[in-house]
């Protein structure tokens, strides 16, 4: 069965400086992945995903993810973090799993932005 | 843009009441999902469907029940809400043809039970 682990629950940035969240994933074959995004009090909105291909896939609002095999990770970043990107951010990671499809979120990280 | 609905947004009930709360799509997607997520905490799968006539149960038990009678409708359902049901419930839907498997998520009902 696949997992995911967020290590970090909390991250506080300043606004304006650079972000990376990590991700890490278990899977027995190539899964794949996605990033979501969630405001207080409302549902996911999907940021980015990777299938195949190119292994660094760029979303919206500006973040960026790079899949990285070798390590099993599935790292966002952003070059330069607006007040607004304060949210929680979800990794997941997808599966073809006896015949169900079945996406397994990671426990969330949440993002703080100073002014 | 997904076009996916949750109602209510918010609901405050009292320990023993049925209720149900509906999630429609317009997109056409075969599958359908409920997630319930605790506060902080990550979403677990209770509810999922393949297309109309078709449910199954996800990773974590729950006494919620579904229906799927129209493929863009998929309504939750509790028969007798009780204080550990207080929760948010999301509603997701894919496409069944997509091989990514990309969901698409409502904004979510906070549910309360009091």
């Known amino acids: 069965a696949q997992s995911v682990t967020q290590p970090d629950i909390h991250i506080t940035v300043s606004e304006g400086a650079s972000l990376e969240l990590r991700c890490n994933y278990s899977?027995?074959?190539?899964?794949?992945l996605f990033w979501y995004v969630q405001s207080p009090g409302q549902g996911l909105q999907l940021l980015l995903k990777?299938?195949?291909?190119?292994?660094l896939v760029q979303g919206i609002k500006g973040f960026e993810a790079e899949f990285k095999r070798s390590q099993s990770s599935f790292n966002l970043r952003k070059p330069s973090v607006h007040w607004s990107d304060a949210a929680e951010y979800f990794c997941?990671?997808?599966?073809?799993?006896?015949?169900?499809?079945?996406?397994?979120f990671g426990s969330g990280t949440r993002l703080q932005v100073q002014p | 843009e997904a076009d996916i609905y949750q109602t209510p947004r918010y609901l405050v009930i009292g320990t023993g009441k049925k209720i149900t709360l509906e999630c429609s799509q317009t997109m056409g997607h075969d599958k359908m999902y409920w997630y319930q997520q605790d506060p902080g905490m990550e979403l677990h799968l209770i509810h999922y469907?393949?297309?109309?006539?078709?449910?199954e149960k996800g990773d974590l038990s729950s006494e919620s029940t579904v229906s799927r009678i129209r493929t863009e409708h998929f309504p939750l359902t509790l028969e007798s809400a009780r204080p550990s049901h207080t929760s948010q419930y999301l509603c997701?839907?894919?496409?069944?043809?997509?091989?990514?498997?990309?969901?698409?998520f409502g904004p979510g009902t906070r549910l309360t039970v009091l």
């Open positions: 469907s393949y297309g109309v006539n078709s449910t």
């Open positions: 997941a990671v997808g599966a073809v799993d006896t015949g169900r499809r079945a996406l397994t």
């Open positions: 990777y299938f195949s291909g190119d292994t």
């Open positions: 997701a839907s894919s496409d069944l043809t997509s091989p990514t498997d990309t969901q698409y």
């Open positions: 899977y027995g074959a190539t899964p794949y």
